[in-house]
């Protein structure tokens, strides 16, 4: 195998190679001439090219750190925040050419995840509100994000986006969302692209909130009642028939 500086070791007897830049043909006579010196004789080498190019690989998933940095493990780490696919790849390759022969990378996003948008639900007091965090690519609608999500028979169709202000403005955008117009219509105009950053706050419906809100305010009292009946339910057992057996005890 040829290695990274450009050679071939053909172990501690006939030495190393270099056969930088060479044809298949070329690096056989270098290694014919360096075993005949080595040896004395005329000594056949077959030379064959497994790979195309003199790419090393380094394959496999590359998470952008915090610092922005890819790291290459022995090759160092590389900046590329901000930076367009093509020029990433420059990039990638040129702190790689410190390292290796006219290095060749492939390059491409695995996923998005630096940048988000939140779906809010409200759960119409029968289940607590639910925030998904989703990664954004820049090409996600109104549409696009509710498919992300199950929504339950207690929300409404009532929607908006809340939009985060820039630092330091004293106010933020609204944006009211015609959900039938969207679905039934086909209607584009608030079928908005999402920003990173986006609140997409889906409400809950507000008879199925207020039935929630009176079935949880008659439950204590409905408790209360039950064991209030039972308990006078029991003592008029009990009057009635002072004789009953509870447990094998008479009363």
Not at 12 to 18: A, D, L, Y
Not at 38 to 44: A, E, I, P, S
Not at 201 to 216: C, H, L, Q, T, Y
Not at 238 to 245: A, L, N
Request: proline content about 5%; aromatic content about 8%.
């Amino acid at each position: 195998q040829v290695q990274a500086d450009g050679t071939i070791d053909l172990g501690p007897t006939f030495g190393i190679v270099k056969v930088e830049g060479k044809t298949t043909r070329e690096a056989a006579d270098t290694i014919r001439q360096q075993l005949r010196a080595r040896t004395g004789q005329d000594l056949r080498a077959a030379v064959a090219l497994l790979q195309q190019s003199a790419e090393q690989q380094i394959a496999g998933e590359h998470l952008v750190s915090p610092d922005g940095t890819i790291t290459l493990g022995k090759f160092g780490s590389v900046y590329v925040t901000r930076m367009t696919l093509e020029e990433a790849k420059v990039a990638i390759e040129a702190q790689l050419a410190k390292y290796l022969e006219n290095p060749e990378v492939s390059l491409d996003v695995f996923a998005y995840n630096s940048k988000v948008y939140y779906i809010i639900v409200e759960g119409a007091g029968r289940v607590g509100p639910s925030v998904v965090r989703i990664p954004i690519t820049g090409n996600e609608t109104v549409l696009d994000a509710v498919s992300n999500v199950s929504l339950g028979p207690w929300v409404s169709k009532k929607m908006w986006i809340s939009r985060p202000a820039p630092h330091g403005a004293q106010c933020h955008q609204h944006l009211p969302i015609d959900w039938d117009a969207i679905t039934h219509g086909g209607v584009t105009s608030t079928n908005y692209q999402l920003l990173p950053g986006d609140r997409l706050f889906v409400a809950e419906d507000r008879m199925v909130a207020f039935s929630s809100f009176i079935g949880k305010v008659k439950e204590p009292f409905e408790s209360m009642l039950g064991f209030s009946l039972l308990g006078a339910q029991t003592v008029q057992t009990f009057q009635r028939f002072p004789g009953t057996q509870f447990g094998g005890n008479n009363f």
